[in-house]
C-alpha cells in the first residue's frame, strides 16, 4: 500500500535517487528529465504526479505538431495558413499532456499495488510490470497513430510510399520513446514505494542490434495494419478512369426546395401552372418522404448519392475554432449540440457555414467534370470554397460576392467568369428585380416584401445561369431556394398559430402567387432544346412533417426522341414511378450523361424516368475517389460574417 507521508518526513525519494544513478537510470537525457521529481523529498503519490506531469509534456512535444499535421492533411479548409497549424499543434499539444499525464500517473500507482513491494521477488515483479506498462502503452500509441495517418492521409496511404514510411517511421519512434517514458517512470515510483530495502532491476546494457529489431518489428506491424485497414482507393484508385458512354444528351438539373405537391397540384387543376403541368406530362417519380430541415445536409445527399453520414455535411452550421481561420464539422444530434453549446460559451469556438471542405464524397459536377464533361453549378449549398478544377462553380456565396465586389475568395471558379459577371450584374440584378415587383402586389406589405425578396433571390440565380459563358454544358445543376425562403418565413414562425384565420389565408394565397412567378420564370430554363434533357427535382423545404418530392424529366417535345431517350408527353400515357429515394437522383443522372456508377453510392438510377424500353446494362467502377482536395486561391476578403448575417435574414440559421 503506498504511503501518504509528509513533504517533508519522507526521504525514500532521495534514497531512491542515489539507486536509480547508481543501476544507471539517470545516464540518459529524457531519463534525466522525466525523474527530475526525484531531486526532492516527495511522496511516493506526489512522485507518481509530478513524473506524470513530465511524460504529458513530452507527450504533448511529441503528439501535438504531427497531430496537427493529420489535421491538415484530412481537412484542408481547417488549416489555412501556418497560424492555423500552430494553433491546432498548441491545442492537440495540450490535449495529450493532459491524457498522457494523468495516464501515466494512474499507471505507476496501480503498478505500485499490482507489484506488491512488500512481498518476495520484488525485483523481478517489478521489471515485469513495468514492461507491461510500457509495453502495453507503445502498442496503443501505435495503433492510434497508425489508424489516425490512415483516416488523416485523405485516402492516398501506400500509393505515396515515402510519405507513409515517413509516417510510419516517426509514429514508431513516438511510441517507443513513450513507452519507454512510462516504463521508467513506473520503475521510479515503485521503488519509492518499496525503499532502500528493495532493489530495481538495473537498466542493462543497450544493445542496438535489439533496438533496431525491436522497432523493425513495430514498423512491420503498423504498415500491416495500414495495409490491412486500408480503403480500397488507398493504392492509387483514388481517380479512376471514367469512360463516358454518351448517347448525345446534355442533362440540365433544376431543384427547386420548398415545393409542396398538393399545392402545386390544386394550381395546376384550375391551370395556373401551364408550364409545371406540362413538366410533369413527363416522365416523373415520387421521393420518399425524409428528413429535409435542413437544406445543406438533404441537398448534399442529392448531389452526391450518399447518406450525410457518408458525405460529412450534417447542417448549414459548423463551427470555427478560435485563433484558427479553418472550419470542422460540428456533428450532430444532442450530444453534439452539447459541446457546440460549451465550446462556444467559453469562446473556443464560434459559429460557420457549412463548406465544401467538410464533404468527403464527390458531387454530380465534380464527377462529371472528372469525367471530361463541361460542368456548371450555380448556388448549391456547400460549394464553397470553389476548386479550380471542376468546371464553372457559382456556390452558395456567389451572390453575395458579385453584391459586395472586391477580389475572390474562391466563391467563383475560374476567376475570369467572375469578371465576365461583374461587368453584366447591374444589368442582371435589374432584371431580376423588375421581374419581381412585377409578378406581386398584395394588401398585406409584409408579404408581399417577402414574396419580392425570395423572387428576385430566385430570378438572379436563373439569370447567372442564363449568363454563364462558354459552350453548352455537358451538365448543368442549379438551385432554387425562394420558395421555401418564402414558405418558411410566411407560415414557418412560431406565432403562426396566434394569426387570424384571413391572415393565414391571405398568406397561403401569396405562396400561390410564388408557384405562378416560379412557373413563369422557368420558362428559358425548360424550354424544349435538341439533345437537352431537363431534370427537375423539388423537395418540401423547412417542413416539420417530411412529405414527398418529386423527380421529373421534362419533354423536350411531343412524342419526341433525343438519341435513345424517348419521352412519352401524353399525361393519359404516363403512371407514377414507384417511390425513390434522394440518392438515387444522382445514379440516374450519372446514367442519363452514360457516366459509370460507383459501387460507393447508396442509391440505383430509376431508368424508367428516362423513358428507355431497352435499358443498356450499368457499368460500374469501385469508387469515384475522394473530393478534391487540393488548395484553392482565396485572396479577397472572408465574407464569413456577411454570409451569417444573410443566412440569419433568411430565416436559415438562429
Known amino acids: 500500500m503506498i504511503e501518504n507521508t509528509p513533504h517533508t518526513g519522507d526521504t525514500r525519494v532521495d534514497e531512491l535517487r542515489q539507486q536509480l544513478r547508481s543501476l544507471g537510470y539517470l545516464d540518459a537525457g529524457v531519463d534525466r528529465f522525466l525523474l527530475g521529481p526525484t531531486k526532492g ?45 500552430a494553433v491546432l499543434g498548441l491545442y492537440m499539444a495540450v490535449l495529450f499532456f493532459a491524457v498522457f499525464a494523468i495516464l501515466s500517473a494512474l499507471t505507476s500507482l496501480g503498478a505500485s499495488a499490482v507489484a506488491r513491494p512488500n512481498k518476495r521477488g520484488f525485483t523481478a515483479r517489478a521489471r515485469r510490470v513495468a514492461s507491461i506498462a510500457g509495453w502495453s502503452l507503445s502498442v496503443a500509441c501505435l495503433l492510434y497513430l497508425t489508424l489516425w495517418w490512415r483516416n488523416a492521409n485523405a485516402g492516398f496511404g501506400w500509393s505515396a510510399p515515402v510519405l507513409t514510411v515517413a509516417a510510419l517511421a516517426l509514429a514508431v ?20 514505494v518499496g525503499g532502500a530495502t528493495r532493489v530495481l532491476p538495473p537498466i542493462p546494457p543497450r544493445s542496438w542490434r535489439l533496438i533496431i529489431t525491436g522497432s523493425a518489428g513495430a514498423f512491420v506491424g503498423a504498415a500491416a495494419l ?12 483514388n481517380h479512376p478512369a471514367l469512360t463516358v458512354v454518351s448517347q448525345g444528351r446534355r442533362v440540365r438539373v433544376i431543384a427547386i426546395d420548398g415545393f409542396d405537391r398538393a399545392l402545386a397540384d390544386q394550381l395546376s387543376r384550375a391551370g395556373r401552372l401551364p408550364r409545371f403541368e406540362w413538366i410533369l406530362r413527363g416522365e416523373r417519380a415520387p421521393l420518399a418522404p ?3 430541415s435542413d437544406p445543406a445536409r438533404i441537398w448534399t445527399t442529392v448531389a452526391t448519392g450518399v447518406s450525410p453520414e457518408v458525405h460529412g455535411v450534417h447542417g448549414i452550421e459548423t463551427r470555427r475554432i478560435a485563433g484558427v481561420q479553418g472550419i470542422v464539422s460540428a456533428g450532430s444530434g444532442p450530444v453534439a449540440r452539447m459541446v457546440r453549446a460549451g465550446t462556444d460559451a467559453l469562446r473556443l469556438t464560434r459559429p460557420a457555414i457549412a463548406s465544401r471542405e467538410e464533404r468527403r464524397a464527390k458531387t454530380l459536377w465534380e464527377v462529371a467534370s472528372e469525367a471530361g464533361l463541361r460542368t456548371a453549378v450555380v448556388n448549391w449549398w456547400a460549394t464553397w470554397p470553389a476548386p479550380a478544377r471542376s468546371g464553372i462553380v457559382l456556390t452558395d456565396r456567389a451572390v453575395l460576392r458579385l453584391e459586395t465586389g472586391g477580389a475572390l475568395d474562391a466563391e467563383i471558379a475560374p476567376p475570369e467568369v467572375y469578371d465576365q459577371l461583374r461587368v453584366s450584374w447591374s444589368a442582371l440584378r435589374e432584371r431580376a428585380r423588375a421581374a419581381a415587383a412585377s409578378r406581386f402586389s398584395s394588401s398585406d406589405v409584409g408579404v408581399t416584401t417577402v414574396l419580392r425578396r425570395s423572387a428576385e433571390l430566385d430570378a438572379t440565380v436563373i439569370e447567372m445561369a442564363r449568363a454563364l459563358p462558354g459552350p453548352p454544358r455537358d451538365l448543368e445543376v442549379i438551385y432554387l431556394p425562394g420558395l421555401d425562403i418564402a414558405q418558411h418565413a410566411l407560415l414557418g414562425s412560431t406565432e403562426a398559430g396566434a394569426l387570424a384565420p384571413s391572415t393565414i389565408a391571405a398568406r397561403v394565397e401569396g405562396l400561390r402567387a410564388y408557384y405562378v412567378f416560379l412557373d413563369w420564370a422557368l420558362s428559358p430554363l425548360v424550354e424544349p432544346r435538341q439533345g437537352l434533357v431537363a431534370a427537375i427535382v423539388t423537395l418540401p423545404g423547412r417542413v416539420q412533417t417530411p412529405s414527398e418530392g418529386i423527380v421529373a424529366i421534362a419533354p423536350a417535345a411531343a412524342d419526341s426522341v433525343q438519341g435513345d431517350l424517348t419521352i412519352r408527353a401524353s399525361a393519359a400515357e404516363t403512371e407514377p414511378l414507384a417511390v425513390s429515394s434522394a ?4 445514379p440516374t443522372i450519372y446514367y442519363a450523361l452514360g457516366i459509370p456508377l460507383s459501387r460507393e453510392l447508396a442509391g440505383t438510377p430509376v431508368r424508367q424516368l428516362l423513358g428507355r424500353s431497352a435499358p443498356e446494362p450499368d457499368r460500374f467502377v469501385s469508387t469515384y475517389g475522394r473530393p478534391f482536395a487540393e488548395p484553392v486561391s482565396r485572396k479577397g476578403q472572408p465574407l464569413d460574417q456577411e454570409m451569417i448575417d444573410r443566412l440569419r435574414s433568411l430565416g436559415y440559421v438562429r
Not at 175 to 192: D, E, K, P, Y
Not at 226 to 237: C, I, K, M, S, Y
Open 583 to 586: 440518392v438515387d437522383i444522382a
Open 290 to 292: 425524409e428528413d429535409t
Open 41 to 85: 523529498s516527495h511522496s511516493p503519490r506526489a512522485l507518481a504526479v509530478r513524473a506524470g506531469i513530465r511524460v504529458g509534456l513530452l507527450a504533448g512535444a511529441l503528439l501535438g505538431p504531427t497531430t496537427a499535421i493529420g489535421l491538415g492533411a484530412r481537412l484542408p479548409g481547417l488549416v489555412t495558413a501556418p497560424r492555423d497549424a
Open 226 to 237: 495500414l495495409l490491412w485497414t486500408a480503403p480500397a482507393d488507398a493504392f492509387g484508385r
Open 173 to 192: 519512434t513516438i511510441s517507443l520513446l513513450l513507452g519507454h517514458a512510462v516504463r521508467i517512470t513506473t520503475l521510479a515510483v515503485l521503488g519509492a
